[in-house]
């Protein structure tokens, strides 16, 4: 017998006398049309386990049936909410970072939607000695909250693409708008 | 934001309908298949803009995805070969879809998981032309399906179509329901059962809650599972000489390939795997056997050679997943003259139980050198199904069920193709949580709980096609020839 003999044999579906009629073809078929609709209703049955609403509700990691873009400490891990915030409040900035700065820079182009991002060698302390969180900040997250009331007053300088600067203050993450800030002179130039 | 998503989804559609169109596909499926084959055009070409360093945006590969199929689809009309959309179902169509994006855009449903943001991250690095900051880790892990479905989303400052994944959904019942009328009609007779079956596959498909809760969740389960059914429905029909052009069917693998491959990383190895019964079979010619073993191979070879040039440009060794990869993307082309030679001839039915035999016994040495990856894999996932923590109810026991009971008492001609995948899931499942050392776990989150989906439609269409099984019943006599062993297997 040769492989195309083979082959259409593994097509063909068995003799009669392969088999033990249990039911009509007929008869057959109707039960596994009454099986499926069964089935169906078996979906439907509420199910504790499976139900939808309370499901989603009780799993913190599950993000709800929500609009579009508000951020829940609940979704957002870990540093993510600082990513999406700085999307929300400063779409298309340039963002300069200190060298050695641990953010993660796929991130700030990817979730933060930045312009740019560079690296700069600065020293927060020096460049900014009267920066007064409560006055200047703009964003502050400590893990994945947001810390404060600071208002998201950034990104809407006549539309143009605002430079931010990252800090990192006693852990906590620091978007400050670069034009609210008293920068000296040498970091001005530098941008 | 509405127009952006009222673009990208009549733009996927309309592009999809045509190429479709042309290769003969008519009727009421062609809207559903329409717009998941513009979905998987433009995977395919959002896929070479990454991987040959093109500008990425989402505008280029959509006006591609558009111009392409109207290109192809002129090129016939102007032969003859094909004929223009009727008017008036045309414009229905366009405003039912016009209509479920504006109601699903208002309606807001999304679900949303850490794994969601990293899609957008990637979704979003494409559209601003920053994909030279993708990490390869991130590209090995999320790939890039999902993203692209989601990049034209940041064309109007959001990270996701919410329309995309609910439309994409309705679409996998729509085409369950057309490949069970299909597969239906070459043996039945009957206008109620070719109309009912179908009616009922598609009903135990959106009724399931599982599949409910991914129609809005922002992961690609939805389109593996839909690229997946695609797949071996059409190896399904090709062979049953069901009542479909056959063009149509080769148009579907070859799109489908390459866009499972990257969905999600063992979608080269399960592309490979569900192949398998179009290798052995005799209904398939060699050329498009040769054919669609190029694809798989080039697939896979450029994904995976996109992602060693990115491990080796961080200066990382690429991992093993990639390697591994890469040498069954060579092993696909390296096929191809094998499909000429005489060795052919070893390509018998007998090919398919022996790789079940080489899974199971893959999965019994794993578990034999790490215990605890097995154990604790196999009891989260009876949790996950028999007790409802996958959130599967009571759906997954039931299917299940009846699956094993069709498998026992019904036959259908080259059902094989359907149930092969299904069969050789498990073993396959189990085996990643080996490959990636870290046992599944209880919860609706699992990998391999949510991997059920995959096979969810395909297991339904399994079942329904034995509504054309000539006889019910159980063997009672020993095959005692090989042609009737084979018969057995089938």
């Known amino acids: 017998m040769n492989i195309q003999d083979k082959n259409q044999a593994f097509e063909k579906i068995p003799d009669k006398e392969d088999r033990v009629e249990l039911v009509s073809w007929e008869c057959g078929r109707l039960i596994l049309l009454m099986l499926l609709f069964f089935a169906i209703v078996i979906n439907l049955v509420p199910f504790r386990a499976l139900n939808f609403q309370s499901g989603m509700s009780g799993y913190p990691a599950i993000a709800k049936l929500a609009k579009l873009g508000i951020i829940s400490g609940d979704t957002i891990s870990h540093r993510r909410g600082l990513y999406l915030a700085l999307k929300q409040t400063a779409p298309r900035t340039n963002i300069i970072l200190p060298t050695g700065c641990s953010l993660d820079i796929a991130q700030l182009y990817g979730l933060g939607r930045a312009e740019t991002v560079i690296y700069r060698n600065y020293d927060p302390k020096t460049i900014f000695p009267d920066f007064n969180p409560s006055n200047h900040v703009v964003a502050a997250f400590n893990g994945s909250r947001r810390l404060g009331p600071g208002p998201f007053a950034i990104a809407k300088n006549e539309g143009k693409p605002v430079t931010m600067i990252v800090l990192k203050r006693n852990y906590v993450w620091y978007i400050v708008d670069t034009s609210l800030l008293p920068l000296n002179d040498a970091f001005r130039e530098h941008q | 934001m509405i127009f952006v998503e009222l673009f990208t989804i009549l733009t996927l559609l309309i592009g999809g309908s045509f190429l479709i169109r042309t290769s003969g596909i008519q009727g009421w499926i062609l809207p559903s298949l329409g717009f998941v084959m513009g979905i998987a055009l433009m995977l395919i070409l959002g896929t070479i803009q990454v991987v040959t360093n093109q500008p990425t945006t989402p505008v280029s590969t959509l006006f591609l995805t558009l111009l392409i199929p109207i290109g192809i689809w002129l090129w016939f009309y102007n032969k003859g070969k094909t004929s223009f959309f009727r008017i008036v179902p045309a414009i229905m169509v366009l405003s039912a879809f016009t209509a479920a994006i504006i109601v699903l855009h208002a309606a807001k449903l999304l679900n949303l998981t850490p794994d969601s943001y990293r899609y957008a991250q990637v979704g979003s690095l494409f559209e601003s032309g920053n994909m030279g900051f993708a990490q390869a ?354």
């Open chain 2, 137 to 490: 880790s991130l590209l090995l892990k999320r790939l890039i399906a999902v993203p692209l479905m989601h990049a034209p989303a940041n064309l109007a400052d959001h990270f996701f179509l919410t329309s995309i994944t609910p439309l994409l959904a309705l679409a996998t019942a729509a085409i369950l329901a057309w490949f069970c009328q299909k597969g239906l009609q070459v043996k039945q007779d009957s206008w109620w059962a070719v109309y009912l079956f179908p009616i009922a596959a598609a009903l135990l498909l959106t009724t399931n809650q599982f599949f409910v809760y991914n129609a809005f969740y922002v992961n690609g389960h939805i389109l593996y599972a839909v690229l997946l059914l695609l797949i071996t429905g059409s190896s399904w029909l090709y062979a049953c000489n069901a009542d479909v052009s056959k063009t149509a069917l080769k148009l579907i693998l070859f799109l489908t390939i390459p866009a499972l491959i990257v969905t999600r990383p063992e979608g080269g190895l399960h592309v490979g795997l569900v192949l398998i019964p179009v290798f052995v079979s005799s209904a398939f010619p060699l050329r498009l056997k040769a054919l669609l073993s190029a694809v798989l191979g080039t697939s896979i070879l450029i994904w995976n050679g996109f992602l060693w040039v990115n491990f080796s440009a961080a200066g990382q060794n690429a991992p093993i997943a990639v390697t591994g990869m890469f040498c069954g993307g060579l092993f696909a082309f390296l096929f191809i003259p094998f499909l000429y030679s005489r060795l052919v001839h070893y390509m018998t039915p007998r090919l398919l139980s022996v790789t079940e035999i080489v899974l199971w016994a893959g999965l019994v040495i794993a578990a034999l050198l790490e215990p605890k990856v097995f154990t604790v894999s196999i009891h989260a996932t009876i949790i996950n199904i028999f007790f409802g923590r996958g959130m599967w109810g009571f759906s997954l026991i039931m299917i299940g069920a009846l699956f094993i009971g069709i498998l026992i008492f019904s036959n259908t001609p080259a059902r094989i193709f359907l149930r092969f995948p299904i069969t050789t899931f498990i073993p396959l499942g189990l085996l990643l949580a080996h490959l990636r050392e870290v046992p599944y776990r209880a919860s609706m989150f699992d990998s391999f709980n949510r991997m059920f989906l995959h096979i969810l439609p395909l297991a339904i269409l399994f079942i329904v096609s034995s509504a054309a099984t000539h006889r019910w019943g159980f063997f009672i006599t020993k095959p005692s020839s090989k042609i009737d062993k084979q018969r057995f297997e089938a």
